[in-house]
């Protein structure tokens, strides 16, 4: 069964540095979400890509977050500088352009970002 | 997209079903009910959805009150694991509106 495939799993970095993670989704999905879910809380949308094109970024922190994805496949999310407070789970998810009702959101195993 | 209320934690015995109610009062017409849930250290998977229809698929039963303002989700025969949050989510189908909005959900634990 395909999956959303994400890397590092895990990642220290020390506050002021920078750091980015990678997603690659489920083949022929065109629509590509990131999600950042703080300790005991649900996950929350920073980033909404249709193709290559950005559709959501209302609440992405712009002054130190970055997201792109060129070919509309694969997406690096960036963090520039790090801060103590962007210590989260980071979720990649993917979901078919004609996806009808279902709407199913295929979820990543996410990348641990703590900053120390 | 409505507000959901779910409580935050639930506990289950192995092979009873557990039954996790979710309360939608402000929920519109055009809304659909979405359940996933998120097992420790991954990342949240889709269960089930429904409009005004009680719906089954091999992993849940999803049961909605004739006024929707209410719904639950059946694990018919519970599992180790199946220890899990679970998510009720409300929100309307159309281009623009993909996000899912997470709660806090419900901690289910299936006792042995």
């Known amino acids: 069964e395909a999956e959303v495939a994400q890397s590092p799993r895990y990642k220290i970095t020390e506050k002021s540095q920078a750091v980015a993670f990678w997603c690659d989704p489920i083949?022929?999905?065109?629509?590509l979400y990131w999600y950042r879910q703080i300790l005991g809380q649900g996950p929350e949308l920073l980033v909404q890509?249709?193709?290559?094109?950005?559709?959501?970024d209302s609440q992405l922190p712009k002054d130190r977050f970055s997201a792109e994805r060129l070919k509309g496949v694969d997406s690096t999310l960036k963090i520039q500088p790090a801060e103590l407070g962007d210590s989260a789970m980071y979720l990649c998810?993917?979901?078919?352009?004609?996806?009808?009702?279902?709407?199913?959101?295929?979820f990543g195993p996410g990348t641990r970002l703590t900053v120390t | 997209d409505a507000k959901t209320t779910q409580p935050p934690s639930m506990d289950c015995a192995e092979g009873r079903a557990a039954n996790l109610p979710c309360n939608h009062s402000?929920?519109?017409?055009?809304?659909?009910v979405y359940w996933y849930r998120q097992i420790h250290s991954q990342g949240p998977q889709y269960i089930i959805h429904?409009?005004?229809n009680n719906e089954t698929n091999e992993m849940a039963s999803l049961i909605i009150t004739e006024d929707r303002k209410s719904s639950t989700l059946i694990l018919p025969h519970a599992t180790l694991r199946d220890t899990a949050v679970y998510y009720c989510?409300?929100?309307?189908?159309?281009?623009?509106?993909?996000?899912?909005?997470f709660g806090t959900g419900t901690r289910l634990t299936i006792i042995p």
């Open positions: 890509f249709q193709d290559e094109s950005v559709v959501d």
């Open positions: 429904g409009l005004k």
């Open positions: 083949s022929g999905h065109a629509t």
């Open positions: 989510i409300v929100r309307a189908l159309y281009f623009g509106n993909e996000k899912l909005t």
């Open positions: 402000t929920i519109s017409g055009n809304e659909y």
């Open positions: 998810a993917s979901s078919p352009k004609d996806r009808g009702e279902s709407d199913e959101q295929y």
